[in-house]
């Protein structure tokens, strides 16, 4: 049987959305509040609320917002920030923009989220932050997380790029540290029509001071108080959002859907499954499965007309950016294994239920494990 599944179908969710899209967006055109404007502030009200939150400030990308929160933290050159090796690149650009250095801590096995066990022995004088991620839409274990950071005085950041509306222990991550960063990049669970991001916070302060510096660090118009950037969110990416936020916990119910039936399907094969956490309500931004033999199974689903991706091939310390750090192959064993062995199957709410058993009796059919 021939069957297309490709990793991703955008144009799926757009056609779905299209005359809501075609409004919003004739509605700027009309406003011509092209940067910022009242789309963006009415789409920051409605993800404060989505996120139980009392701000959120909307930036042109989710790396601008993390940037923006290590500022917020007045980090700097000579400091360090904890954070983990096996995420999206973005998440360490935060931290070395500011001059500051990340240091890297190995993940949980289970859930490829920072372990919290091996923080406390990476905290020196000069540990400013600590930045976790929830990853794949996961939560990481916060609790014993943001018990080291206050025993150490020290700010949590949560990188929540991938987990719009993923619960810990019932609750909407996002609120849980100091604030959090959230990107709208298309492909997200929240995705903008173009790059967006926003961070998000329970404090007044914080919130100012970021509305300054995502806009040349002005808190009045052609007066700087201090270096600041052009981090603005677009208006037309806020009238999007405004439409897309609309269709996000329905999204997030139906990839909660799409695992369950994966892993009854697959449950009895080699592969290790995603599973939730104890603690953890996961989004499922990603369905990402493990086993040795990943590269000959990717391989095999492409001839089945299934897509597949590598969500990350290599961690973060191994990178050439960061050579000069000094780390080697082996500091974070855990991470470099997951490296080897992860392959994220198609996860988005269009897919059909067709789609997710093709999937299943192609993984079924591999022969090579
Ligand atoms: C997508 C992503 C980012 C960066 O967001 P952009 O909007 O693409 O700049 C940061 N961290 C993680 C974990 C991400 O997945």
Not at 48 to 77: D, E, K, Q
Request: with cysteine.
């Amino acid at each position: 049987m021939r069957m297309k599944v490709p990793y991703l179908d955008l144009p799926a969710q757009i056609h779905a959305l299209r005359p809501e899209l075609d409004a919003a967006i004739a509605r700027s055109l009309d406003t011509g509040a092209f940067c910022l404007g009242p789309e963006v502030q009415q789409f920051e009200r409605e993800f404060a609320a989505f996120c139980s939150a009392a701000h959120c400030i909307g930036f042109n990308s989710g790396t601008s917002a993390l940037h923006v929160a290590m500022r917020l933290l007045n980090i700097g050159p000579g400091d360090e920030v904890i954070t983990t090796p096996y995420t999206f690149i973005a998440t360490s650009w935060a931290i070395v923009y500011t001059g500051a250095r990340p240091v890297f801590v190995d993940v949980e096995e289970a859930t490829f989220n920072l372990d919290p066990r091996l923080v406390e022995k990476a905290i020196t004088a000069r540990t400013k932050a600590i930045l976790p991620v929830h990853l794949y839409g996961q939560p990481c274990d916060l609790d014993p997380l943001l018990e080291v950071a206050r025993r150490h005085h020290l700010p949590l950041v949560e990188d929540a790029a991938q987990a719009h509306g993923a619960r810990y222990r019932g609750k909407t991550v996002g609120t849980m540290g100091e604030m959090s960063a959230f990107s709208f990049y298309p492909t997200k669970n929240l995705g903008a029509c173009g790059e967006a991001g926003a961070l998000v916070t329970n404090r007044a302060d914080l919130a100012a001071r970021a509305r300054a510096l995502r806009e040349h660090g002005s808190s009045a118009r052609y007066l700087h108080d201090e270096v600041g950037y052009n981090y603005r969110m677009e208006g037309i990416q806020g009238a999007v959002l405004r439409v897309k936020l609309t269709r996000l916990a329905a999204g997030n119910i139906a990839r909660r859907h799409i695992a369950q039936r994966y892993h009854a399907l697959l449950q009895d094969t080699p592969l290790i499954l995603p599973r939730d956490a104890g603690y953890a309500e996961s989004v499922y931004h990603l369905y990402t499965v493990r086993h040795p033999s990943r590269d000959r199974l990717k391989a095999h689903l492409e001839t089945w007309g299934i897509g597949s991706a590598i969500h990350y091939p290599l961690p973060l310390h191994l990178q050439k950016c960061f050579s000069h750090l000094g780390y080697q192959p082996g500091d974070f064993p855990v991470a470099e294994r997951a490296a080897r062995e992860c392959l994220s199957l198609p996860i988005y709410p269009e897919l059909t239920d067709a789609q997710i058993e093709h999937v299943a009796r192609s993984i079924r059919e591999f022969k090579h494990w």
